[in-house]
């Protein structure tokens, strides 16, 4: 009964390529997140929809662009991968955007551009 | 004893101590916090949150203090288990406007556990 999915979990590609990943989750939550984990284990915000509307883009390259097709999914595509790239995407959900809502985490998705 | 290495905070600690992991966060208006355990290969579970208008809560074997002045914020385990060994992260939570929030982590510690 996995709350919040992601695949693939391993993803190994070639510079140039394009490629995306996937997460669901079966919450019933309004809110979903992409996060960046770097070598360094640092976590930070990619993109945050409610409700299959984007309300959250941080400074990300437009090479990212997430898509979310109802609200138990939000995807992410991303075009010419280059080797920075290379780190670990987690999806997470929420109840909904709002005030002081925890946000659970999907296994992540571990991409490595050579 | 803890100790910064090369990536991360690492605290080291024998089966059975007591395990308390720091954060210095940054939005003196965050309102809300959170602490997550990453283990290898996972990702971050949710372990135990707090609100802005509390200075204590606790849990099962952990507890959470928030020190607003000094914008500190510490997670204590009790008899720490080598299953405790993982990443932990702080999180704060800020709400710039309704129906809108945002959540920074911070950077993270390891906790080792020996048997």
């Known amino acids: 009964d996995t709350a919040v999915s992601q695949t693939p979990k391993y993803l190994v590609t070639q510079m140039g390529n394009d490629k995306s990943i996937k997460c669901e989750q079966n919450l019933g939550h309004d809110t979903m997140y992409w996060y960046k984990q770097d070598s360094k284990k640092f976590l930070k915000i990619m993109f945050s929809y409610n409700n299959k509307e984007l309300i959250i883009n941080e400074t990300v390259p437009n090479r990212f662009s997430p898509k979310s097709p109802d609200k138990a999914h939000l995807n992410l595509h991303i075009n010419s991968l280059e080797l920075g790239d290379s780190a670990v995407y987690f999806c997470?959900?929420?109840?909904?955007?709002?005030?002081?809502?925890?946000?659970?985490f999907g296994p992540g998705t571990r991409l490595l551009v050579l | 004893g803890e100790s910064v290495g090369l990536h991360l905070p690492t605290l080291s600690v024998q089966e059975g101590d007591n395990s308390i992991i720091n954060c210095a966060y940054s939005n003196s208006a965050s309102d809300y916090f959170i602490w997550y355990k990453q283990e290898s290969g996972k990702g971050p579970q949710f372990i135990i949150d707090i609100r802005s208008n509390m200075d204590k809560r606790q849990g099962q074997r952990v507890t959470v203090l928030l020190n607003k002045t000094v914008k500190h914020l510490s997670l204590q385990i009790a008899a720490t288990q080598p299953g405790d060994s993982a990443v932990y992260f702080c999180?704060?939570?800020?709400?710039?406007?309704?129906?809108?929030?945002?959540?920074?982590f911070g950077k993270g510690t390891m906790l080792l556990v020996s048997p």
């Open positions: 997470a959900s929420s109840q909904n955007s709002g005030f002081q809502e925890t946000q659970y």
């Open positions: 999180a704060e939570n800020y709400s710039p406007s309704a129906g809108y929030s945002t959540l920074t």
